[in-house]
C-alpha cells in the first residue's frame, strides 16, 4: 500500500501541476488537488481511475466555450478562472474521504456513497458549464422566474440534462473501474444519486446561499466589490454560506441518496 500511495502522489502531483499549467488550478488548488489525488491512489487505483476520469470530463466542459461563459457571469460569480483548493475541496473532500473509508470494497455503502457524491460533483460542474455555455437565461428552480446567468438555484434544459449526463458519465466510469458485475443497476443507482444531489445543490443554493446587490448596477451578485468599483451589500439567504459550502452539502447529498437508493432498489 505504502508504494501504491507514493506512485499514487507521483501521478496527483503531475496531473495537477498540468492543470496549474494550464490555468485550471491555481497554488492552492494544485494542493488540494495533489491531497485528493492521492488519497484516491491511497484507497485503491480503481478510485484513482474514476477521479481522473472526472477531473478531465471536468476540464474539458469547463474549457468549452469558456470566453463566452466568462461574458455571461461577469459580474456574477464570487471566484472565476483558476480553481482554489476551497474549490476543489468542495467538490472531490467527500469523495476521498469515503473512498478511503470503502478501500477496495466499491459495493459497501461507503463506496457506493463515494461514487454518488463524485457523481453529484461531476453532474453540478456538467449543468453549469454546459448550461451557461447553451442553455439561455436560466430560471430559479424555487420561482421559475429568470435570473442571471451565473447565480445558484439557476436551472436551464441544457444544464438538467448535462447534469444527467455528467452523473452518468462517472456512475460509468466507476463501473468499469472496479469492473462492476452488476453494471447496469450500479450506473442507474449512482447515475441516479448523482442527479439528485445535483438538483439538491441548486435548491440549497436557491434558497440559502447568500446574495447580495450591487446598488449602482441594481444586480444581483456574488462579489462583495462588484467590477464596477461599488461594494455590494447583503440582500439574501446566510451570510456563511457561499458556493462552497453548496457543493459541499450537494456531494453529501448524492453520497446519502445512492445508499437510500441502493438500498430501495435491492
Known amino acids: 500500500m505504502l508504494v501504491r500511495i507514493v506512485a499514487g502522489a507521483v501521478a496527483a ?18 494542493l488540494a488537488a495533489l491531497v485528493c ?20 470530463a471536468a476540464v474539458a466542459v469547463t474549457a468549452a466555450g469558456a470566453a463566452r461563459k466568462s461574458a455571461r ?17 468542495a467538490n472531490g473532500g467527500v469523495f476521498a474521504l469515503l ?17 454518488g457524491a463524485l457523481a453529484a460533483a461531476s453532474a453540478d460542474t456538467w449543468a453549469t458549464e454546459i448550461g ?17 446567468a451565473g447565480m445558484s438555484g439557476g436551472i436551464t434544459l441544457a444544464g438538467t440534462a448535462a447534469a444527467a449526463a455528467g452523473s452518468l458519465f462517472v456512475a460509468a466510469a466507476s463501473v468499469l473501474a472496479h469492473d462492476a458485475p452488476d453494471a447496469r443497476h450500479r450506473v442507474l443507482v449512482t447515475g441516479s444519486a448523482g442527479f ?12 440559502l446561499q447568500e446574495r447580495r446587490w450591487c446598488a449602482r448596477c441594481r444586480v444581483h451578485t456574488e462579489q462583495r466589490v462588484h467590477p464596477c468599483g461599488e461594494p455590494t451589500a447583503h440582500a439574501g439567504g446566510t451570510r456563511w ?11 453529501l447529498a448524492g453520497a446519502g ?3 437510500m437508493i441502493s438500498r430501495l432498489a435491492a
Open 13 to 30: 502531483a503531475a496531473v495537477a501541476w498540468l492543470a496549474r499549467r494550464r490555468g485550471t488550478l491555481d497554488g492552492s488548488g494544485q
Open 37 to 56: 489525488g492521492t488519497a484516491a491512489a491511497a484507497a485503491g487505483w480503481a478510485w484513482a481511475a474514476v477521479l481522473v476520469a472526472y477531473f478531465g
Open 73 to 89: 457571469t461577469n459580474g456574477t460569480l464570487a471566484k472565476g478562472g483558476a480553481r482554489n483548493a476551497a474549490q476543489v475541496a
Open 99 to 115: 473512498a478511503l473509508a470503502a478501500g477496495g470494497e466499491p459495493a459497501t455503502a461507503m463506496g457506493i456513497a463515494a461514487t
Open 132 to 148: 451557461t455555455l447553451w442553455g439561455g437565461t436560466p430560471r430559479s428552480i424555487l420561482t421559475g422566474a429568470r435570473i442571471k
Open 196 to 207: 439528485a444531489g445535483a438538483m439538491f445543490d441548486s435548491l440549497f443554493g436557491a434558497s
Open 241 to 251: 454560506i457561499n458556493n462552497d459550502v453548496v457543493n459541499v452539502a450537494g456531494t
Open 257 to 259: 441518496a445512492a445508499v
